[in-house]
């Protein structure tokens, strides 16, 4: 099992740049695939980017390829979003989630298995 916490949210105005962290507990790490998805008011949670757990691969949400970039440490077991060139449709609460299954990079939020509590971020027009 794996306890995640999100941090780095806040309020930024529109092409501006917030950097979001997930600190992961537990020894197994490295053994998860790492996901971002958030949701904002009224609106289903959607997928914003994955990561592998060898770092090897990672994929993009359409809305954010080019502007956010999924980096992982797993010595320090932190799985990071770097968010750039921000949009008022950005706004949402950012959730990190880690998945079991290593096989495939998914975008699905049924595949990912733990999940953090959310961190807000705003960004104003």
């Known amino acids: 099992q794996v306890q995640l916490v999100e941090s780095g949210g806040g309020l930024v105005q529109a092409g501006g740049s917030l950097r979001l962290s997930c600190a992961a507990s537990?020894?197994?790490?490295?053994?998860?695939?790492m996901g971002w998805f958030r949701q904002a008011p009224g609106k289903e949670r959607e997928f914003v980017a994955a990561?592998?757990?060898?770092?090897?691969?990672?994929t993009y949400a359409d809305s954010v390829k080019g502007r956010f970039t999924i980096s992982r440490d797993n010595a320090k077991n932190t799985v990071s979003l770097q968010m750039n060139s921000l949009k008022p449709e950005d706004t949402a609460v950012y959730y990190c989630?880690?998945?079991?299954?290593?096989?495939?990079?998914?975008?699905?939020?049924?595949?990912?298995?733990?999940w953090g509590q959310g961190t807000q971020v705003t960004v104003s027009s």
């Open positions: 537990g020894r197994t790490f490295s053994s998860y695939n």
């Open positions: 990561i592998m757990w060898s770092s090897r691969r990672t």
């Open positions: 989630a880690a998945g079991q299954n290593v096989y495939m990079l998914h975008r699905i939020a049924a595949e990912y298995d733990y």
